[in-house]
């Protein structure tokens, strides 16, 4: 089974996968408002960072389940 067919898998029977897909794109969003700042208050940095973090830990879990679901998929 192909990646792409495992993801449009997973986005439409994984309510945790789609849900973190769908927080890891806000995220995304945000990055991407506050990187096209020129400046960024030292405030505003440390929220970039937590974005940053936030949306590897969403990458990493739905990562997470992918592995989970091609590894089930495998031995049955």
């Given at each position: ?39 960024l ?36």
């Amino acid at each position: 089974m192909e990646e792409t067919e495992i993801l449009k898998i997973l986005t439409t029977e994984s309510e945790e996968f789609r849900k973190l897909g769908e927080e890891h794109n806000t995220l995304e969003q945000l990055l991407l408002e506050l990187n096209e700042r020129v400046y960024l208050t030292p405030d505003e940095e440390m929220e970039r960072k937590r974005i940053q973090k936030l949306k590897l830990l969403k990458k990493d879990r739905m990562a997470e389940l992918f592995r989970g679901f091609k590894e089930k998929r495998r031995s049955n």
